[in-house]
């Protein structure tokens, strides 16, 4: 499995951007997919995550209504929309998946990992 983000960079705070993380090596049907980051000095957290068949989507308190996360089964795609960013979204960002269609929010939960992407948010 493999899985491969991208789509960070440097924004001023209000802005967006989109990350993307391009899923391989298996059909993910039955899995959980999800974002997490990481900031300096602390653990992964969990940003938000979807049922690869569809239905149930969570979100991070800090980022509802902010970010949307959505999956493109044609491409195996996950996407991370994330608008009206603030200095504290400042992260590295890294698609995870697991292999249930359950969505946790540990960290541990997940199997496959992505190599992250950073996102830097002016002020």
């Known amino acids: 499995v493999q899985l491969q983000a991208s789509g960070g960079g440097l924004v001023q705070a209000g802005g967006s951007l989109r990350l993307s993380c391009a899923a391989s090596g298996r059909s993910f049907s039955s899995h959980a997919m999800a974002w997490f980051r990481q900031k300096p000095g602390e653990g992964r957290e969990f940003v938000a995550g979807?049922?690869?068949?569809?239905?149930?989507?969570d979100y991070a308190d800090s980022v509802k209504e902010r970010f949307f996360i959505s999956r493109d089964i044609v491409t195996s795609t996950v996407y991370l929309q994330m608008n009206t960013l603030k200095p504290e979204d400042t992260a590295v960002y890294y698609c995870?998946?697991?292999?249930?269609?359950?969505?946790?929010?540990?960290?541990?939960?997940?199997?496959?990992w992505g190599r992250g992407t950073l996102v830097t948010v002016s002020s």
């Open positions: 995870a998946a697991r292999s249930s269609p359950y969505i946790y929010t540990g960290a541990s939960a997940y199997n496959y």
């Open positions: 979807l049922r690869w068949s569809g239905g149930r989507k």
